[in-house]
């Protein structure tokens, strides 16, 4: 006990002196920022997708995970798809109205992760979203690149030590990016930047440190867009009844007007579920725009996740630029709706739910 | 418990899996897909089939691969078969080509020649939610050359290798019974 007196003493006169001022800790800022990106979805999903202890291939980065990853991948995905329900059921009167379609009060649908490398994202008719794990390694990888492009920390592939192959490159890119993911865990110094970036340390640290919370949060926002437009253009498919028809060759406009249709669904269902804030218990600021999904879809998403443009019916799909174009058009159209018409009016109370808040959003499923 | 004993049980629990005795069913999960609409183009491969054609392809494939090897089912209901229901064939011929594959894989358990040899089966499907299972069990028998009378075979033998090669050949079928408009 007498040994720890003059300790309490020393913490209590700090404590007295850090809340008159007299002391500043340099870094506390840099610390909280580092905190708060290491707390990213974006950091989590990318131990989740690229585990160190996964399976390894050539370019370093791993693709064949364990079913036990797989389940967890799973759970994300299942909380994404909890919100798309949720927001169907709030609003589905909106919805209908919307689409001009009637469509059922619940979507019983469920999902599940095909470990191949198919480049499937579908709903079949045993009303289940199959998303192949290419599929989502490739949004993921995307998302990755997409930070690259827009921050200020360099994940090029010349710092890789891969082979200098032009199919490795992305691959590079990732490596780099765990490994920065790594260096900032590991950081426990004074500043996070001196010892995270070393020699690249810019004179302005708070503000290279928040350049990089933003990067993370807007790419954060665009892969959870990415993932948000796939799993509402599949309810789509469901809620407006089109698993009850067939694809057929010799229909390939209808195959064409189905698709469209699910994106315009999509779309107008994100434009009600997006503006709930704070999203997954995560704070977006003004990355709304990616979240509802499509833009990043349509310029990263599609690309990455290797899809063509030729269904299994032998129809062309629309061209990405068309369906972007369309759902552009159909979110001005529900955001007008919405706003003109208030959310209040459209929202279903069910009498099942006895809530407190407007919108049961679930907090994203941090590690 | 002495060594020599932990080896004579490990022996003799090697020996029981090949007894017939056991009426083990061998089963073979054959994946499919039901048909869907996508988000965008991809590699797919697989089968697809659609919920109302579980029956028929399931009756296809199995119905199918029991007569190429020369046998019938016993009771065949017009309408196909039902999921989950064990249905018994006839006698199969035992080929000349499959006698000595048999012996072949199995040293151990070799038939002798001399006789003609056929086996039974009973066959049964059950639907999952991405792929069907097979179970077979397989019965053996041998006869005279010159006798139609089939008598069951009560020495040890690997009953599993001839449920094997139905499964084999149902899965072959399975999928252009599933693609059959």
Not at chain 1, 15 to 29: A, D, K, N, P, Q
Not at chain 1, 305 to 317: G, H, L, P
Not at chain 2, 141 to 165: I, L, M, P, T, V
């Amino acid at each position: 006990m007498g040994r720890l007196t003059p300790v309490c003493c020393a913490a209590a006169l700090a404590i007295s002196l850090l809340c008159s001022g007299c002391i500043t800790i340099s870094g506390t800022s840099d610390r909280q920022l580092r905190n708060a990106a290491l707390a990213s979805p974006l950091i989590n999903l990318s131990d989740k997708y690229y585990p160190s202890d996964g399976p390894q291939t050539k370019g370093g980065v791993a693709v064949n995970l364990s079913p036990e990853q797989v389940r967890e991948i799973r759970a994300t995905l299942l909380t994404l798809l909890k919100a798309v329900k949720q927001t169907h059921r709030h609003y589905f009167r909106y919805l209908q109205e919307e689409m001009g379609s009637p469509m059922p009060i619940d979507l019983p649908i469920d999902l599940e992760i095909d470990p191949g490398t198919s480049s499937t994202a579908e709903i079949r008719t045993d009303n289940t979203i199959y998303l192949d794990l290419g599929v989502l390694q490739g949004f993921f990888k995307g998302a990755i690149l997409d930070v690259s492009e827009r921050s200020f920390f360099d994940l090029s592939p010349a710092k890789s030590t891969s082979p200098n192959e032009s199919s490795r490159d992305e691959n590079a890119i990732v490596q780099n990016f765990l490994q920065f993911k790594r260096d900032l865990r590991n950081s426990k110094g004074r500043t996070v930047v001196g010892e995270v970036f070393g020699g690249q340390a810019a004179t302005d640290e708070s503000e290279r440190l928040e350049t990089m919370w933003e990067s993370m949060t807007t790419a954060t926002a665009r892969y959870l867009g990415l993932l948000l437009f796939t799993l509402s253009h599949e309810a789509g498919h469901y809620a407006l009844g089109h698993l009850k028809e067939k694809c057929e060759p010799t229909e390939c406009n209808r195959f064409v007007e189905r698709e469209l249709a699910a994106d315009r669904y999509a779309t107008a269902l994100l434009a009600a579920l997006v503006p709930q804030e704070p999203v997954f218990g995560f704070d977006f600021q003004g990355n709304a725009e990616s979240l509802r999904g499509y833009e990043p879809f349509f310029t990263i998403g599609y690309e990455f996740a290797r899809f063509s443009n030729t269904s299994i019916c032998s129809c062309e799909y629309p061209l990405k630029e068309r369906r972007l174009e369309l759902s552009e058009a159909e979110l001005l159209r529900a955001t007008k709706r919405l706003n003109a018409e208030g959310w209040i009016k459209w929202k279903y109370n069910t009498p099942r739910r006895s809530r407190t808040s407007d919108f049961d959003v679930p907090r994203f499923q941090d590690r | 418990m002495t060594r020599c004993h932990i080896g004579l049980i490990a022996m003799l629990m090697t020996l029981s899996l090949k007894v017939n005795a056991s009426g083990k069913a061998e089963t073979l999960k054959v994946p499919y897909r039901r048909p869907g609409s996508a988000i965008g183009g991809g590699s797919y491969s697989g089968v697809v089939l659609e919920a109302e054609k579980d029956k028929a392809a399931n009756t296809c494939a199995i119905i199918t691969a029991i007569s190429a090897r020369s046998a019938g089912l016993l009771q065949a209901p017009a309408d196909g078969l039902e999921a989950q229901k064990p249905y018994k064939t006839d006698y199969a011929r035992i080929t000349e080509t499959e006698f000595n594959e048999y012996n072949q894989a199995n040293p151990d358990l070799k038939l002798a020649p001399g006789p003609l040899y056929a086996v039974t089966y009973e066959v049964a499907y059950e639907i999952r939610k991405s792929f069907v299972l097979y179970q077979i069990k397989s019965r053996l028998f041998y006869g005279g050359r010159d006798s139609e009378e089939w008598y069951e075979y009560k020495k040890k033998y690997d009953d599993a290798f001839f449920s094997r090669q139905l499964l084999a050949s149902i899965e072959q079928r399975f999928g252009s019974c599933a693609a059959r408009k």
